[in-house]
């Protein structure tokens, strides 16, 4: 098996964390999670509210997949952390469903916990596959 190629994309900031912005490996892209930052401009405040974050996130998840040539469509799983679960979770939902096509969503786990980076309210990391 060939060794995983790790994507650090131009174009995009760096990562907030110490990683690749993707990694894919026998078909599989593994992508790092994302905030509501904006990407040409990653030193300006988040959005206010987690509707705005949630759609920033997803936008980011979007343009990640695009810059491999991939679309959402593509994404087969994404893990969801929320700071305020029991507030946000409705909301974060109602946002999260716009993103993908009914009958065509990916599997998802939604985590509560105490705090993200940059003090974001939602992170969202994603799975795809290539065709």
């Not at 190629?5 to 990694?23: D, E, K, M, N, Q």
């Not at 894919?24 to 930052?37: I, P, S």
């Not at 993908?100 to 799975?127: K, S």
């Amino acid at each position: 098996m060939p060794l995983p190629r790790r994507h650090i994309l131009a174009g995009f900031p760096p990562t907030v964390s110490p990683s690749s912005h993707a990694v894919e490996a026998d078909g599989w892209v593994y992508l790092t999670g994302q905030f509501g930052r904006d990407l040409d401009d990653p030193a300006a405040p988040l959005p206010d509210g987690i509707t705005a974050q949630t759609e920033g996130a997803l936008a980011n998840l979007a343009r990640t997949l695009a810059s491999l040539g991939l679309g959402l469509e593509h994404v087969v799983s994404c893990r969801v952390y929320l700071t305020r679960f029991a507030e946000d979770y409705a909301a974060m939902n109602a946002s999260y469903a716009k993103a993908f096509a009914e009958g065509a969503r990916p599997t998802r786990t939604c985590v509560g916990v105490t705090a993200l980076a940059l003090g974001a309210l939602v992170e969202i990391e994603a799975v795809a596959h290539r065709p």
